[in-house]
Every structure is written in C-alpha cells, then in structure tokens.
C-alpha cells in the first residue's frame, strides 16, 4: 500500500518525477523491473520480477530446504558455495551487527512454476517447485499472490527463466558482552528462498541449456503450451510489448474465467451499518476466513458483522469493475473506513493504514509519538504515545533501532539527520554510554528510536523484551537524547577528526564517464556479475585482481550498496584508508534513493577509517 500512494502521489504530479518513483519501485520488498519497449534491446529481459517466496515459513518446507542445501553442497557442484561468505570473524565485527549467514545468497537449482487453480485460498495460486539434475522436484511455497495474474499473462507471451537464490539460515554477527567488549555471537533464522522470474524475446543460451538439460531427464516429463506445469522454454512470435500503464480502471485482475456466478459483497458492522471490507467471489467465498484481510478478520471478530451482495449472477470482469466502482463511492461518499489492502487508484481518500489523522504533526527537533493507524485508532480504541522521557541512569547501555526512517522525518531533523545521529553518538561517548548492537541484550537499558514507530511494533518488541529480560524496557527518541545531553555537556565537535587529508590513487573512471546511469537494470545486468566475481576473489584474496573487477562492475553502472561495501573491505584489508575513505564518500552521493539506515552505517564505516588513518599518520 506505500507503493501504491506513493505511485498515485507521483503520477498527479509533473513527469519529472517519474524517474525518481521508478527508483523507488525497485526498494519494494518485489521487484519489478520494467518492460523494455526498444525493438533493439531483444538481448536483454523483456520483464523481470524479483521476490521472495511465500510460505518457506512452513515446517516441512524448512526441512525441505535444509535437504536440498545439503544434496548441493554434497554434489561438489559449482554452486559457489562459501561458508560466511568468506568473511572472518575480524571482518564480520566490523559490519556493526550485520547477520551474515552461512550461505546467503547462493544460487540453487533453477525453478518450475506450477499453477494451482483448486487453491483454497487463492485460484490463481502458483507454486514454486525447484528442480533438481536428476529431474526430482521440490515444493518450497508460493509466487506472492499480487504478481500471479501478471505472471500467467508474461508466460504465455515470452520465453521465461527461473532462478533462485538462498536466504537465511545459520548466521554470526558482532555484539557486546556484558563488559563492552566486541563478541561473535551466532544464530538461525528460517530460510527463505529469493526468486528471480524473467522474460525474453530470445533466452540466453546459458539459460536454454540449463532448460534443455533438464528437459532431457527421464524424471521430467516435457510438457505442452496448455500444462500447468512450466519451466520455461516456451516461445512466441508474439511481437507484442507488455509496459507499465497507469489508468483509472478497476483495480482487479482478469483471469479469463468464463464463469457467471461471480459476486461483489461488503462485510459491515450491523450497529452502525459501516462498511469495512469489499471483495468479489463466487461459491461460499463470502463466508470463509480471509487470511490475506486480517484486519478484516479482526473487526468480524470483536463486532457484529453481516454480509451484503452488491451484484450477483457477473461474469469476472464485471465483477471487477463493480468491485471497484464500490469501493471508489465508499471513498469518495461515506466516512467509513475500508481495510482493503488495494484500493482503486483515484480515490479521494486512502484506506486508513498509515498514520491516524489525531496523531501530532512532525515538528522541527521534536521528538514524535509512537502512532497508530487510523482503522487501529477508529475500530479498536488504540491510542498513539508519547517516548519515554530521558533518564539519566537509563543511559548506561543503550542500542538504537532504525525502523521506520521515512522522508516526512526530515521535517524532525531539518533533512540532516546524520548531523543529530552523529552528535548525539559523540555526546553518548562524552556520558561514558556503551552503544550495544542488540536491542535484546542482557544489559540493555534503553532503546533509542532514530526515525518513529507504530504501537503495534512497539508493543511487540516490549513484550519480547519481557520474555527475554524478564522486564520492559525504556524507549526514547533520538532527539530527546540529543537535548537532554546536550543540556549537561553543551555543543560538541563531531568534524575535527575529518579534518584529516586524503589523497586516494586508483584508477576508477570519473562518474561522469559511467555508463548505464540512467538504466539501473542494464546496469544491473552488466554489473552485478563483475561485482559477484571480484568478490569471490576478494574473499580469496586477490584483492588487486577484485578492485580491478569492482571497478569495471562500477564503470558499467553497477552501483549497489554491496558493490561499495566490497570496495571497503578490499581498501580495509590493504589498509589503503585513502581510498576506502573516498569510495564511501562516493557511495554516499550514490545513496540517494538508499533509506537512512544504510547512509548511518556508511558514515559509521566512514569514521572508523578516518580513525584508522589518523593512527597510521600518528606512527610515521
């Protein structure tokens, strides 16, 4: 939903800032990359999808995760696998609390998708089946449920290929003991399995053979056009381009169902006759529980509710677009607050899942509250709170959370919230504070919240709290700590140790000279395997051979954060803090769309070399 109002705020506006939302698409937790409509880009995706797959949460999907990583690792195949990433534990202290996992990010086996129409939940459903060399498929869970209409269309159009990548899993990261000192502590997470689906015109010929050999195990049967079953290798003459649109139409998807008994209902409170939920269906649709719409589910459950049809005996589009049409007068005529998750694209009002109209306007250095949505504040009485105020015994050992570090926070920090965040860090030094990594450690004695937060994750962090510490703990805000330090040591200078001079000798190209800066996916596709071959050689340690190989992933447009947290690590090892110092600075600039949190750890990164530098000048 913050996608879709931010895309909805920029399309009202002038086109100048289409690139910039384009930006902002790709951050979103499924990426979308966009259709190339130039009929002489035939060597590059036509569209492109990435996600992570729904439902690997699931018990004996772990396992069956765990059972695959173990089968490749086994095999001794050309998988890459490197346990940490090569990182050693010196080198993982110096990512301040980062998790890195056993084998994140490896490649698997490529991927069948599986269509599943008798879906309880969802006839539109789509498995995910990784596919191992002897043809034996794995189910893992599902395409998210907002990209199988779009899917299913792409696939009947293009030839497609499916990757797939691993999440989670065993991981080290750097803390604090109880006595300050830094520590490698170690844990699990679920995994999770990253998926990227794209569509050509023409496949790759590496993509073509790794179909082809699957194709031609005895397990895998080769199934037609008209299957369920698809792993890829299917072709079109279809000249048609596919482009991202925008449009006041309804906002549901066409399926290509021929039935007629589809339906459009509301769910509404009987007392007061308030609609809260519109939906189409057919069948016993209207009464089964809605996982996807559980604040639907919640207000069914604490109020008398009832259903109502608004349109019966509809084929599917005419059910969409009464659907819509329901949901736009709701919006535009009535107060009543609706918890459908997508609402059509001009409507006067939004769906009431961001900030409640009653919760206080960001102010210059004032804190916020701690909110709540409007249907939380509306339908169950939750009322927004205040951060605790600063105490001074409660400032002994403290970690920072960096949830929710939004644009509308520049308004709190005048756009310059690195200037408060550094302060405040000097002024903590001054207070003889340690700065723990881990909000759950056993000596915690306060969070400090640099952007803001709802009370629902509020409440979920203290009520772990209770169950790890046995106690809550004391919850502040970033400006608040600011003031209240500031009160007892004045100004502080957070600038003389910058003052040092540097003078980096490399050969990088200019910026101006890179190539693909206005096409992040062309960039992405030249770059990103230069990056991932220089890092391999990084963690191997050839570190000339990986800066060389960084640089052209740099020069052909490559430009993501991991890109310059290489270069760092690579600076760092030959203690060369000249240029880790100067690509920092650069990866900075290049962070614009990048949230808050990365450009805190960069800085973060930053002054640690500037420190570095400073104590080999000290030693000449």
């Given at each position: 939903?913050?996608?879709?109002?931010?895309?909805?705020?920029?399309?009202?506006?002038?086109?100048?800032?289409i690139k910039?939302?384009?930006?902002?698409?790709k951050?979103?937790s499924?990426?979308?990359?966009?259709?190339h409509?130039?009929?002489?880009?035939?060597?590059?995706?036509?569209?492109?999808?990435?996600?992570?797959?729904?439902?690997?949460f699931v018990d004996?999907?772990?396992?069956?995760?765990k059972?695959?990583v173990?089968?490749?690792?086994?095999e001794n195949?050309?998988?890459?696998?490197q346990?940490?990433?090569?990182?050693t534990?010196a080198?993982i202290?110096?990512?301040y609390?980062?998790?890195v996992?056993?084998?994140?990010?490896e490649s698997?086996?490529?991927a069948?998708?599986?269509?599943?129409?008798n879906?309880?939940y969802?006839?539109?459903?789509?498995?995910i089946?990784l596919?191992?060399?002897?043809g034996?498929?794995?189910?893992?869970?599902?395409?998210?449920?907002e990209?199988?209409?779009k899917i299913?269309e792409l696939?009947?159009?293009?030839s497609?290929?499916?990757g797939?990548?691993?999440r989670g899993?065993?991981?080290?990261k750097?803390?604090?003991?109880?006595y300050g000192d830094?520590?490698i502590?170690?844990?699990?997470?679920?995994y999770g399995i990253g998926?990227?689906v794209s569509?050509?015109?023409a496949?790759?010929?590496?993509?073509?053979d790794?179909l082809?050999?699957?194709?031609e195990?005895?397990k895998?049967?080769n199934r037609?056009?008209?299957?369920?079953?698809?792993?890829g290798?299917?072709f079109?003459?279809?000249e048609n381009?596919?482009?991202?649109s925008?449009?006041?139409s309804a906002?549901?998807?066409?399926t290509g169902?021929?039935a007629?008994?589809?339906?459009?209902?509301?769910?509404?409170?009987?007392?007061?006759?308030?609609?809260?939920?519109?939906?189409?269906g057919?069948?016993?649709?209207?009464?089964?529980?809605?996982d996807?719409?559980?604040?639907?589910?919640?207000?069914r459950?604490?109020f008398?509710?009832?259903t109502?049809?608004?349109g019966t005996?509809?084929?599917e589009?005419q059910?969409?677009?009464?659907?819509?049409?329901e949901?736009t007068?709701i919006?535009?005529?009535t107060?009543d607050?609706?918890t459908?998750?997508?609402?059509?694209?001009?409507?006067?009002?939004?769906n009431?899942?961001?900030?409640?109209p009653?919760?206080?306007?960001?102010?210059?250095e004032t804190?916020?509250?701690i909110?709540?949505?409007?249907?939380?504040e509306?339908?169950?009485?939750?009322?927004?709170r205040?951060f605790?105020?600063?105490v001074?015994?409660?400032l002994?050992?403290v970690s920072?959370i960096?949830v929710?570090?939004?644009d509308?926070?520049?308004v709190?920090?005048?756009g310059?919230i690195?200037?408060?965040?550094?302060?405040?860090?000097?002024?903590l030094?001054l207070?003889?504070t340690?700065v723990?990594k881990t909000?759950?450690?056993k000596s915690?004695?306060a969070?400090?919240?640099?952007?803001?937060?709802?009370?629902?994750?509020y409440?979920i962090f203290?009520k772990?709290a209770e169950e790890?510490?046995g106690r809550?703990?004391?919850t502040?805000?970033?400006i608040?700590v600011?003031?209240?330090?500031?009160?007892?040591?004045g100004e502080v200078d957070?600038e003389?140790?910058?003052?040092?001079s540097i003078?980096?000798v490399h050969?990088?190209?200019p910026?101006t000279?890179?190539k693909?800066?206005?096409n992040?996916?062309?960039?992405?596709?030249e770059?990103m395997p230069l990056?991932?071959?220089?890092?391999?050689e990084?963690k191997?340690?050839?570190?000339?051979?990986?800066?060389?190989?960084f640089?052209?992933a740099?020069?052909?447009g490559y430009?993501?954060?991991?890109?310059?947290?290489?270069?760092?690590?690579?600076?760092?090892?030959?203690?060369d803090?000249?240029?880790e110092?100067a690509?920092?600075?650069?990866?900075i600039?290049?962070?614009?769309y990048?949230?808050?949190?990365i450009i805190?750890?960069?800085?973060?990164r930053?002054?640690k070399a500037?420190?570095?530098?400073?104590?080999s000048?000290s030693?000449?």
């Open positions: 939903m913050v996608l879709f109002n931010k895309l909805k705020k920029f399309f009202s506006s002038d086109s100048s800032v910039k939302d384009q930006d902002i698409v951050k979103e499924v990426v979308v990359k966009q259709v409509n130039n009929e002489s880009r035939k060597n590059e995706a036509v569209e492109r999808f990435n996600f992570d797959v729904k439902g690997t004996e999907r772990q396992k069956t995760i059972r695959i173990k089968k490749i690792k086994s195949r050309d998988f890459g696998f346990q940490y990433e090569g990182y534990n080198e202290k110096e990512m609390g980062d998790k996992y056993q084998y994140q990010y698997l086996y490529i069948r998708l599986e269509d599943e129409p879906n309880e969802d006839e539109n459903a789509i498995k089946n596919v191992d060399a002897e034996n498929n794995y189910f893992i869970g599902y395409v998210p449920a990209l199988t209409v299913k696939r009947n159009k293009y497609y290929y499916v797939t990548s691993l899993g065993k991981f080290k750097q803390d604090y003991n109880d830094d520590v502590v170690t844990g699990t997470d679920d998926v990227s569509f050509w015109e496949l790759p010929e590496f993509m073509k790794n082809q050999s699957l194709k195990t005895k895998l049967s037609d056009n008209s299957s369920n079953v698809n792993i290798m299917k079109s003459s279809n381009k596919c482009g991202i925008f449009s006041s906002i549901g998807d066409v169902s021929t007629k008994d589809f339906y459009v209902y509301e769910w509404f409170i009987k007392d007061t006759g308030e609609i809260f939920y519109v939906g189409k057919r069948g016993n649709r209207y009464k089964t529980y809605h996807r719409a559980y604040m639907a589910e919640k207000i459950e604490k008398n509710t009832d109502r049809f608004i005996d509809l084929n589009e059910a969409i677009e009464l659907e819509s049409e949901m007068r919006l535009n005529e107060n607050r609706l459908n998750r997508i609402i059509p694209f001009f409507s006067k009002r939004d009431g899942y961001d900030r409640s009653n919760t206080p306007d960001f102010k210059f804190a916020p509250t909110y709540v949505t409007e249907i939380d509306y339908y169950f009485g939750m009322k927004h205040d605790d105020e600063v001074s015994e409660n002994k050992s920072f960096n929710r570090i939004r509308d926070l520049d709190i920090y005048d310059d690195e200037k408060y965040y550094d302060e405040t860090m000097e002024l030094k207070n003889r340690r723990l909000q759950y450690a915690i004695s969070w400090i919240y640099i952007g803001d937060e709802d009370i629902y994750n409440e203290q772990n790890k510490l809550k703990v004391p502040y805000h970033l608040d600011w003031k209240f330090l500031k009160k007892n040591y957070t003389s140790i910058e003052q040092v003078n980096p050969n990088r190209a910026l000279d890179i693909n800066k206005s992040w996916e062309k960039g992405y596709d770059g990056w991932k071959k220089g890092d391999n990084r191997a340690g050839n570190i000339d051979k990986a800066i060389e190989l640089d052209k740099r020069y052909n430009d993501a954060p991991a890109l310059y947290h290489s270069y760092a690590m690579a600076y760092r090892k030959l203690k803090y000249d240029n110092i690509i920092i600075d650069e990866a600039v290049r962070s614009t990048e949230s808050n949190t805190i750890k960069l800085k973060e930053k002054k500037l420190a570095l530098k400073k104590k000048i030693q000449l």
